[in-house]
């Protein structure tokens, strides 16, 4: 996997990322334009028309995030739209995308775990990068994301991470913060807290569920174009989520658009209940352990891509907040295309594993 260390200001950000990712960018927008067309019946130049409306919301409203991806459409050589575009992706197709995944915050006396399977069609593996962020005044970055989007899955040097989730509600709010900027204004924060409030004073664009942790505490921030609820964590110290809101938003219709989401959100909370028993400390290999089953394949926590489920797993991530650091799994971790053997840190010699620190 390609790995982008970015540094300075937010243009010089955005064009380090942009020149270093230029093929994969440009893989980016052609996957994405079938996709509008397919799930939207909208053209590239519609597609491109209506990110001009959150192009110019951006240019007044967040700056910075409009200098970034003017930056990463100049080092790539697209068009800025194009870039808004892969920005504002789930807000330009009404939250259709279906993307399954499933997530875990788990803080013990020890470890402040963060993990999620991430979930999409096979085709965007290769097009996904890391990213490493450096920028005055704010936490240092480490994220995986899709090549082009300024904002997606990692943490910070301030131990704030986040996690993803798409959940299906109809509607978009054009003047509302886009899911992906709302990633990354999280994971520029220095708490949970700070990022929770940050997102609530802009509203949301589009719906979610984002997963945003620290060393102490963990808070699952649903929200759709209207509505905000926030899942805190159970009496072992657990969030657990997939792709169906779990909480009430008034004058807003889940459409439960993965019917297995449910399922998935069962099998990972018992699944954590057994490993946590009587108090037990989860050790970084149980923890990764727990997203590889299979139970309701293909359409399980560690998904396979079949007409049926529609995705599958493309990586795993597991971070401990705590220690500032992650593992990230590509492929369906159950195939293992590596091994972490008793820790984190050692991991097989001919593996691909990624380990990100602080």
């Not at 990463?72 to 892969?86: F, P, Q, R, S, Y």
């Not at 809101?245 to 019917?259: A, C, F, I, Q, S």
């Not at 705590?322 to 008793?342: C, T, W």
């Amino acid at each position: 996997m390609l790995v982008v260390e970015c540094e300075g200001t937010p243009y010089k950000i955005g064009h380090q990322h942009g020149t270093a990712a230029k093929t994969q960018i440009g893989r980016c927008i052609t996957f994405y334009a079938s996709l509008f067309l397919k799930n939207c019946k909208q053209t590239w130049p519609e597609v491109l028309a209506h990110a001009s409306s959150f192009e110019k919301h951006a240019l007044r409203t967040w700056p910075a995030y409009h200098e970034e991806m003017r930056g990463i459409a100049d080092g790539a050589g697209k068009e800025l739209l194009e870039i808004v575009a892969l920005n504002v992706r789930t807000e330009i197709n009404f939250g259709l995308f279906s993307d399954g995944c499933t997530a875990l915050a788990w803080h013990t006396e020890e470890n402040a775990w963060l993990a999620q399977n991430w979930d999409w069609m096979n085709a965007q593996k290769e097009n996904l990068i890391i990213t490493k962020i450096t920028q005055p005044g704010k936490p240092t970055i480490q994220q995986v994301t899709e090549a082009g989007i300024i904002g997606k899955i990692g943490f910070n040097s301030a131990g704030v991470g986040t996690l993803l989730n798409a959940i299906k509600v109809r509607g978009v709010n054009s003047t509302g913060l886009p899911v992906h900027f709302g990633l990354r204004m999280a994971l520029e924060s220095e708490s949970a807290d700070e990022a929770v409030k940050r997102l609530e004073s802009y509203g949301m664009a589009s719906s979610a569920h984002i997963l945003i942790a620290d060393p102490t505490k963990a808070i699952g921030l649903e929200f759709t174009k209207s509505t905000f609820a926030k899942c805190h964590a159970d009496e072992l110290g657990r969030v657990v989520h997939a792709n169906h809101l779990l909480l009430p938003h008034p004058g807003e219709v889940d459409t439960m658009w993965l019917k297995d989401s449910p399922v998935r959100v069962k099998t990972m909370a018992e699944n954590a209940s057994v490993l946590g028993r009587d108090g037990h400390q989860p050790t970084w290999l149980e923890i990764s352990k727990l997203f590889e089953d299979e139970q309701n394949l293909p359409s399980a926590i560690c998904r396979l891509e079949t007409e049926v489920s529609g995705s599958g797993t493309l990586f795993n991530i597991v971070m401990d907040l705590k220690r500032r650091k992650a593992v990230v799994r590509m492929g369906r971790p159950s195939e293992a295309e590596y091994i972490i053997r008793r820790d984190f840190t050692d991991v097989h010699p001919d593996s691909h594993a990624l380990i990100l620190e602080f």
